[in-house]
């Protein structure tokens, strides 16, 4: 069995769901030599979440912010965690509700995924900087 591990730093995006796929197959060409295994993706930060999701069409990506920043609103009365602006406790929230990882199995040198999915970076600060992930593929 094979283990490789990378961090990526990922260039600065806007606020909203941003597809990252083809940037992760681009900085981790050890991909293509597994077989057989699997893609384990991690954001260290604590306001951008990782998920799956519709790789296609770029509404679908539209839509996941408005439902997002509907169901957990800025300058919420009851927010204490308020440091950085409105959109700093919200942030956690949605991260936490989206999650910090994903994993992807590897098969023949590629991921795994469904005809119409991709990974996406969730940002959800107005003014982040870039953000890193920890990419570890394993397999034979």
């Excluded at 909203?16 to 083809?22: D, Q, S, Y």
């Excluded at 956690?92 to 119409?116: D, E, F, M, Y």
């Amino acid at each position: 069995m094979v283990w490789h591990q990378k961090e990526i730093q990922l260039p600065r995006y806007g606020r909203g769901f941003h597809l990252i796929t083809n940037l992760i197959l681009a900085k981790v060409p050890e991909i293509s030599k597994i077989a057989q295994g699997m893609c384990h993706v991690f954001i260290k930060h604590t306001s951008a979440s990782l998920t799956i999701n519709e790789n296609a069409d770029p509404t679908v990506r539209q839509d996941f912010e408005s439902h997002f920043n509907e169901m957990v609103p800025e300058n919420a009365p009851y927010y204490v965690h308020t440091y950085e602006g409105p959109d700093d406790m919200p942030a956690h929230i949605k991260a936490s509700l989206l999650g910090s990882s994903v994993q992807i199995p590897i098969t023949q040198g590629r991921l795994n995924l469904g005809i119409w999915q991709g990974i996406y970076l969730c940002e959800h600060r107005d003014r982040a900087s870039g953000r890193s992930l920890v990419v570890t593929i394993f397999g034979a």
